[in-house]
């Protein structure tokens, strides 16, 4: 079995600020992880995933998430917030290999971005 | 074309229409799939497609049919639905079978459904 637990529901920042959002994941096996984005009224966009190459995995949009197999986290981070950035975020994994097609979806946790 | 389109953005019905969502991709696509995501939720899967074939229903209610015309197009036919079944409805594409390592998903923008 495999899940996914966003430590924050809701995170706010101010613009220009880091961002961190946290990922832990459990799984029986090598995952694929991945990181959504969904703005307002709007369908999910990818902004990087992990497949077992590098473990520093640089995204769209100046994201980038480092796996930590140790730790079971998969965290997303920004150096400079922008208003832009305000979304929903998915932290989602996914057993690789065989005939496994399910994705697991964290619960999101909404990015506010203040002035 | 590197986008999942998707028809209509809204829709309005009431428990005894039948209407029909439609998606398209046109990027060489193999599998595709149907999500239902309501308010603050994450998307729930409900259908996948593999080369054009049904592969997994997650238990969905027969009112809800899909419908795999060519591996370009995805459709999902809605009859006798509740109010409950209000929600964004989303598609999805992947290159190629869903096991794939690091295969992700593409997603369209999504219908949004108010069933009256």
Known sequence: AQSVTQLDSHVSVSEGTPVL????????????LFWYVQHPNKGLQLLLKY?????????????????????????LTKPSAHMSDAAE???????SGGSNYKLTFGKGTLLTVNP | DTEVTQTPKH??????????????????HR???????????????MFVYSYEKLSINE???SRFSPECPNSSLL??????????DSALYLCASSPTGPGRRGNEQFFGPGTRLTVL
């Open chain 1, 21 to 32: 959002l946290r990922c832990n994941y459990s799984s029986s096996y090598s995952p694929s």
């Open chain 2, 31 to 45: 599998a595709m799939y149907w999500y239902k995501q309501k308010a603050k939720k994450p998307p729930e899967l």
């Open chain 1, 89 to 95: 975020y998915f932290c989602v994994v996914r057993k």
């Open chain 1, 51 to 75: 497949t077992s190459a590098a473990t520093l995995v640089k995204g769209i949009n100046g994201f980038e998430a480092e796996f930590k197999k140790s730790e079971t986290s998969f965290h």
């Open chain 2, 59 to 61: 238990s969905v209610p």
């Open chain 2, 11 to 28: 829709l309005v019905m009431g428990m005894t229409n039948k209407k029909s969502l439609k998606c398209e991709q046109h990027m060489g």
């Open chain 2, 75 to 84: 459709n999902l036919h809605l009859h006798a639905l509740q109010p409950e």
